[in-house]
Nanobody, 115 residues
Framework: QVQVVESGGGLVQAGGSMRLSCAAS????????IGWYRQGPGIQREWVAG???????IYKPSVKGRFTISRDNAENTVSLQMNSLKPEDTAVYYC?????????WGQGTQVTVSS
């Protein structure tokens, strides 16, 4: 079973930036489209951004232009660069296959944006 580990979260002021990373066991990342998801307080987990095996990216409208997803197949990692952060971006962030999550969910990484 593939295990994913998310890292890079923390506390940041509104308008700030943060970079999240996701690493996976084995070498399955290169064969799958990968997405970042998040779950904010009191809401269901939602998709945020995705990247195909060929590097095509797509974003949830509310983060487009602020977030950038990228992948390094050699390192088996996927990153999410988040700029111009807003309090509504506060959530636990997860990575998984996309568009259908197929891995077991990791612990996620908490991102808190203060106003």
């Amino acid at each position: 079973q593939v295990q994913v580990v998310e890292s890079g979260g923390g506390l940041v002021q509104a308008g700030g930036s943060m970079r999240l990373s996701c690493a996976a066991s084995g070498n399955t990342f290169s064969r799958n489209a990968i997405g970042w998801y998040r779950q904010g307080p009191g809401i269901q987990r939602e998709w945020v951004a995705g990247i195909t095996t060929g590097g095509t990216t797509i974003y949830k409208p509310s983060v487009k232009g602020r977030f950038t997803i990228s992948r390094d197949n050699a390192e088996n990692t996927v990153s999410l660069q988040m700029n111009s952060l807003k309090p509504e971006d506060t959530a636990v962030y997860y990575c998984n296959t996309w568009p259908q999550p197929g891995y077991s969910w990791g612990q996620g990484t908490q991102v808190t944006v203060s106003s």
